[in-house]
Structures are given as structure tokens and as C-alpha cells.
């Protein structure tokens, strides 16, 4: 049974960081893509970065992009989402997920809440 469990999330002010962790089991991450979702209030879900675990290959969405910063390390199974220089439309729950051209394709873990404060 595959598990995305996301944690890191938490209350942070304008301009700060939070480092979010994707620990997957079920599957292991080697040649995958990996991609960090988010979902604001009242607003759709999009995916926000992707890496592709066997190159190293990473996406940024042009409003985190110069931001944020995806990693994984493989070995452990886990893959990192390092976000700099919050802005309050930053606040959303995030969600980590395998993805196929950006379709998710496992069920969604219960996601991680950040909240920037103005």
C-alpha cells in the first residue's frame, strides 16, 4: 500500500521559510517524479514542483520558482520541499505525490498546512 505522508507545515510570517518532508513507503522513489501540490482556500489544487528522482530534474511553477527548492534523497525514500520568502498567497495545504505529466497517481496523504501570515 503506498503512504505519502507530508509534515513540516506549520504558522510562519512573511518572508520566512518552512522546510516541508514527503516520506513515501509502498513504492520506492528511484526513477520517479515526485511533485509537491498545494490547495488554498477555496481555490483548485495545482502542482506547485516536480523532481524526477533519477536525473534530478525539477519543475518550479513560475509563482514559487526562484523561492522554493525540491530535493529528495532516494535512499530514503523521501523528498523535500524547501520554500523561502513566504507570501501570504503561499498559504495552502501541501500535498506530495508520484506524477505522470502532473496527474497524480497515488491517493493523497493528509497534506501539510502552511499558513503566512501578513
Known amino acids: 500500500e503506498v503512504q505519502l505522508v507530508e509534515s513540516g507545515g506549520g504558522l510562519v510570517q512573511a518572508g520566512g521559510s518552512l522546510r516541508l518532508s514527503c516520506a513515501i513507503s509502498?513504492?520506492?522513489?528511484?526513477?520517479?517524479?515526485i511533485g509537491w501540490f498545494r490547495q488554498a482556500p477555496g481555490k483548485e489544487q495545482v502542482g506547485i514542483s516536480c523532481?524526477?528522482?533519477?536525473?534530478?530534474?525539477?519543475y518550479y511553477e513560475d509563482s514559487v520558482k526562484g523561492r522554493f527548492t525540491i530535493s529528495r534523497d532516494n535512499a530514503k525514500n523521501t523528498v523535500w520541499l524547501q520554500m523561502s520568502s513566504l507570501k501570504p498567497e503561499d498559504t495552502a495545504v501541501y500535498y506530495c505525490?508520484?506524477?505522470?505529466?502532473?496527474?497524480?497517481?497515488?491517493?493523497w496523504g493528509q497534506g501539510t498546512q502552511v499558513t503566512v501570515s501578513s
Open positions: 505525490n508520484a506524477e505522470s505529466f502532473g496527474t497524480p497517481l497515488y491517493n
Open positions: 523532481i524526477n528522482t533519477s536525473d534530478g530534474y525539477t
Open positions: 509502498g513504492f520506492t522513489v528511484d526513477d520517479s517524479a
